[in-house]
């Protein structure tokens, strides 16, 4: 159960908030402003603080700025409300030391995701805090940054060599809460028209070659080619006590990226006067519920292929295309970032239009993995 501060100058959207925390079990105090919210805050230090933007006397943003000038409550994660119309303004909130955002009109599921990304960043922080991490994984998250983790590999296959699928079962198989990766190289094209096919051919069989490796070893449920990408999946029931399958999708993401910049190492070894397009990934990664169908083969009959179906693959594969544009080799949901909040590093946000979704889709920049 968690100490919960309110403030909202609208009473009807106080009570709901206050009316989902409470069934969750946390304990909440709701304030109409930002002056009364912070004579709450300071009466009894809580450990998370919802607020709205605008308010009477004290607005949102400036009860934030009291809050992280002061040595008590500089450290309590803020969670903002907004409205559509004062999206454009959040900068000013998360460069003054907001955490998350939410804007109004908002569902009560995306409230305790919300909620429960900060509070579980809070219970991780203190756990590593309070335990001697093993010199294994130490060695491992090291070598993940530099090498893709040798040893942490190998620990991690053996964990789930008997989990990885050979046959299947018949029909179709849901995976709710699911991580999507896509990984694409987007100048193939452009290296097909400048290069031997030989040669490119054995360029692609290296990354892939690696690709698989990476994606299997850190644990996806299953994976597949879609045009010239890889499309993997990891599922929930691969989580360890300390590692959630989306980590290990964004530990595999980043993997990629260094795989790519290996094989553009040897490109350049080969080629580097003839100024061609740099071999690089570009990878999305995106959480939501997933159906991988079985694909029957209408020519024999006897052979299949699996394939995730879905809203959650889909966008997936268009963030990716999206992200291009924005220069970043790794892109991810927000939704997807508040299951790994604290352990990676991010850079830009944006909100990116997806073709075919009525809303953009909120996404960041992963630039690695947190110290």
């Known amino acids: 159960m968690a100490h919960v501060v309110v403030m909202e100058d609208d009473a009807g959207t106080r009570v709901l908030i206050a009316s989902v925390l409470k069934k969750d079990g946390h304990q909440v105090l709701a304030a109409e402003d930002g002056v009364q919210g912070l004579a709450l805050l300071r009466a009894e230090v809580p450990d998370l603080v919802i607020s709205d933007v605008q308010m009477p006397g004290l ?35 998360m460069t003054t030391g907001a955490d998350d955002y939410i804007t109004k009109p908002f569902r ?109 070893l850190f644990g996806a449920r299953m994976m597949c080619f ?10 929930p029931q691969s989580d360890t006590r300390t590692v959630s399958h989306t980590l290990r999708a964004m530990r595999a993401a ?38 991988i169908t079985r694909l029957a083969d209408p020519l024999h009959g006897t052979q299949s292929q699996l394939l995730p179906v879905g809203d959650a693959a889909s966008a997936t594969l268009q963030l990716q295309k999206q992200a291009r544009a924005l220069g970043w080799h790794v892109a991810a949901s927000v939704e997807a970032v508040r299951g790994v909040t604290g352990a990676v590093r991010t850079g830009a946000r944006a909100l990116v239009p997806l073709p075919g979704h009525a809303a953009p889709l909120d996404a960041v920049e992963i630039v690695g993995l947190a110290a």
Do not use: C
């Open 108 to 216: 009560a599921a995306e409230l305790r995701q919300a909620v429960d990304a900060q509070l579980n960043k809070r219970a991780v922080q203190a756990t590593l805090q309070a335990m001697a991490v093993d010199t294994a994984v130490t060695i491992a998250l090291d070598e993940q940054r530099h090498e893709l983790a040798k040893l942490y590999e190998e620990r991690l296959a053996a964990e789930l060599s008997e989990r990885w699928p050979t046959a299947g079962a018949e029909g179709d198989e849901r995976i709710a809460g699911a991580t999507v990766l896509f990984a694409d190289i987007p100048s193939y094209a452009q290296l097909a028209a400048q290069l031997p096919a030989a040669e490119l051919a054995e360029l692609v069989r290296k990354f892939y070659g690696n690709a698989n490796d990476t994606v299997h």
């Open 254 to 291: 980043l993997g990629l990226v260094e795989s790519a910049r290996g094989v553009h190492a040897v490109l350049q070894s080969r080629h580097g006067a003839q100024g061609l397009p740099a071999f690089e990934a570009s990878v999305a990664v995106h959480a939501g519920d997933v159906t």
């Open 226 to 235: 879609v045009g010239e990408g890889l499309l993997a999946v990891f599922e």
């Open 59 to 93: 607005n949102g943003f400036d009860m934030l700025a009291e809050m992280r000038r002061d040595p008590r409550l500089a450290a309590v994660p803020v969670i903002l409300l907004t409205s559509l119309q004062e999206r454009a303004h959040m900068r000013i909130g």
